[in-house]
C-alpha cells in the first residue's frame, strides 16, 4: 500500500517520530519523514506534498499543533492532517477538527489501531469520525477547582495567592500537585486545559 504514499511527521520528541516513522515504513503503511518544528515543516512542505501531515498537538510545551493545522487548512484546504498526540481530550479533539484536522489519534492507543486508521485516513476522501473520548477529567478537591478556574482566566501565583488568601508558597505546591494529576510540564498548559474544559469561575 504505501510505497507511493509519503507522510510527514511534526513531533518535537524526534526518537519517538524516527521510531514511528521506520515502523510505518516496516509494516508498508507509507515513506516517513520528520520534522521536529514548525519551521521545519514548512521548509519540508516548501519542495514535497505528502499525503498525510501527522501532528503533535504540544511543541516545545505550547500549543503550536493546532495552529498549524489551522494554517495548513487556510492554505492548502485538501492537504490531510491529523493529531498524534498524548491528550485524550474530547475537547481539544472537536477542536482539532474545528480547525481542519481530519483524524485524531492518541499516543497511549494500541499501535495496531492507530496504523489502522492512518491506512483509513490515507484512504478516505473526508475527515474521519472523530473518536469517542470519555471526559475523564481527574477528581480535583474544592480548592484545586478554584485554582484551576482563575488560571483559566490567566492569574499568576501571586493573583492566585491574593485572591483565594493563601500563601504564594502554597499556590505554588498546588501547581505542583495540578501539573502531576494532569501530567502537564507547566503552569500554562494547565490554564488551557482548565481554559478548554470550561473550569471558569462560577
Known amino acids: ?14 526518537t519517538f517520530a524516527e521510531s514511528l516513522g521506520q515502523l510505518m515504513q516496516h509494516h508498508r503503511i507509507a515513506q516517513a519523514d520528520v520534522a521536529a518544528s514548525v519551521p521545519a515543516a514548512l521548509a519540508f512542505l516548501a519542495h514535497t506534498t505528502p499525503d498525510l501531515i ?25 492537504l490531510k ?3 498524534l498526540t498524548m ?5 481539544m479533539c472537536a ?11 492518541t499516543k497511549t492507543a494500541p499501535l495496531a489501531e492507530t496504523f489502522e486508521g492512518i491506512k483509513q485516513l490515507l484512504q478516505a ?4 469520525q472523530a473518536p469517542d473520548l470519555k471526559a475523564a477529567l481527574p477528581h480535583f478537591t474544592p480548592r484545586e477547582q478554584e485554582i484551576l478556574a482563575h488560571l483559566a482566566i490567566g492569574a499568576s501565583n501571586k493573583e492566585l ?30 490554564a488551557i486545559f482548565a481554559y478548554e474544559n470550561g473550569l471558569w469561575p462560577q
Not at 500500500?1 to 524526534?14: A, N, P, Q, V
Not at 501527522?54 to 485538501?78: A, C, M, N, S, Y
Not at 491528550?87 to 475537547?91: K, T
Request: with cysteine.
Open 1 to 14: 500500500m504505501g510505497e507511493h504514499l509519503r507522510i510527514l511527521i511534526l513531533d518535537d520528541h524526534t
Open 54 to 78: 501527522l501532528v503533535d498537538i504540544t511543541l516545545k510545551q505550547r500549543f503550536e499543533g493546532l495552529g498549524f493545522i489551522k494554517q495548513l487548512h487556510k492554505k492548502w484546504p485538501l
Open 81 to 83: 492532517t491529523a493529531c
Open 87 to 91: 491528550h485524550h481530550n474530547p475537547h
Open 95 to 105: 477542536h482539532a477538527y474545528a480547525v481542519g484536522a481530519w483524524g485524531y489519534f
Open 125 to 128: 476522501p473526508a475527515p474521519l
Open 161 to 190: 495567592a491574593r485572591t483565594l488568601s493563601m500563601a504564594e508558597e502554597t499556590a505554588k505546591v498546588h501547581m505542583k500537585t495540578l501539573l502531576r494529576k494532569l501530567g502537564l510540564k507547566n503552569r500554562t498548559q494547565v
